[in-house]
């Protein structure tokens, strides 16, 4: 079995997590952001800069930009769902609180994007193009993310064409990295490694697969990922987060556990830089946060290697 | 990815799952092994003929066999963990209600060993070669088990060699097939493959994957026997049952959960001869007899192909 010899984890509780959620105090934010980036996590999605009348979760984004620590190696990432929201989160730029970098989201399905942001695809892709240069001048990378890339809880099947489409458009506008997101918890591990197979070595752009663990198969996605060569991974503590699933909402649709996933690289030999033992302890603060338990294992029992 | 066109799923909720729980009354068991063979499950491990004193829950081991419906082309197994339990099942054969088939266990860690069944390695495989030719004799189809096969809560780490040495002496005494543990849940994907792989290259054995989902990686980690052209699994409805795992008892320790598992199996295209939605409708009555919520994912979003 071929594995890289390192990963890098993108902690997005902050931002995935919290999106469903009720309005969590900027202390609270701030203080779970600290936390992460201390135990060595390398990028942390801090928050969106969404309308506060759509997601009022995130109301709080440029405090919460402010009062974050800056540790040194660690990337922080806000997600752009649009040119307004990009041009608030360039005034906190101009003030040297801005992000390191941006992710700016559109699904491969028409019937999720227009649900999810009022747009077409092309709609979307047109706003992007926009934001892109603007980003890459005031110095930010940019992760273009391909939501529903494994499949649309309204439309079903997605096609991987879509997809490299997609991931071009955003290669051709000067993304650093595609994001290629199971936004829904559709795929499995045949569908991941071939999806990402083909994106590999159909584009040169480097991938970040962003799994949900709805069907519980969240894990074993991430192994066919790594199986591909991918480097790259979103995940939540305690697998928190979670988007639509068949129109209704569903708590288990969260996000791989980032103690899970950091679990299985880590005993795997693979090198993530981070202390695993101060992610776990990250996971009260969470459960208090969200008001219920989580849905990581790996926490449960302790890791076998140390 | 290469995969396996068909796999075969041992439900061991009557036994695995229900070893550590409270007595449930023999008419529950009957009717889950009975709904799991009508809903196509092909092997059912239906008991244990442990001694009553040690564990009282299969103290109705011999009414489970002789109530229990048998179903064309699904094969009943039993649980033999000595000489006179081996007595015991052979009785029920001679009345024609034995099962099909029989499970013999030693573990490869010999502290596990000596906890879980107050023998050496050495003791128990001795025993077990006097056991083995007259299951043989009697027709019974013979799984030779080698436990904690992926690390020891006590000892740690288990040497593969130790398990090939195990894996071997079953084969050469006549075992059908060799039964590979992940007792408490310690593999990861990457020592699958290699501990799998290994035993397949080294031995002719058919093996079967028996894995825990301890720490989250139970999916991944039939993910990576696949890999290895493994087409044998045991799982227990919800995620049921549970080793020892540090020396505490943990709930969250159980088997993978036989809906997640087989939801993996069939959206991969691995055809199982089970109706998935037949499985998912045990679950309530698996609660109901347990008291409690189970682990397992995919039955709370449903499949994405059907």
Redesign the interface.
Known sequence: ?E?PQSATVCECFARDGLQREAFVPTEKKVEIINRLMRAGVKRIEATSFAHPKYLPQFADSEEVLTRIERVAGARVLALIPNTRGFDRMLSMCEKGKGPDGITVVVTASESYNKRNVGKSIGGSMEEIAGIVPRAKAAGLSVIGCVGTAF?CPIEGEVRPEAVLELARRYRDMGADEIMVGDTT??S????T??LLGLLTEKTSADLIAHFH?????G??N???AL?CGITLFDSCLGGAGGGM??ETE?A??GNV?TE?LL??FE???IATGIDWDAVVDCLPAAREILGRDLY???A?????RH
Chains 1, 2 share one sequence.
């Open positions: 079995m594995l499949g918890g559709m499995n591990p045949l569908k490694h071939r663990d709805t069907r519980g198969m894990i074993a991430a192994l066919a199986q699933v068949k569903d288990h649709s556990a899970d679990c299985m005993e795997m030999g990581g294992k790996a449960r029992t302790g890791r076998v």
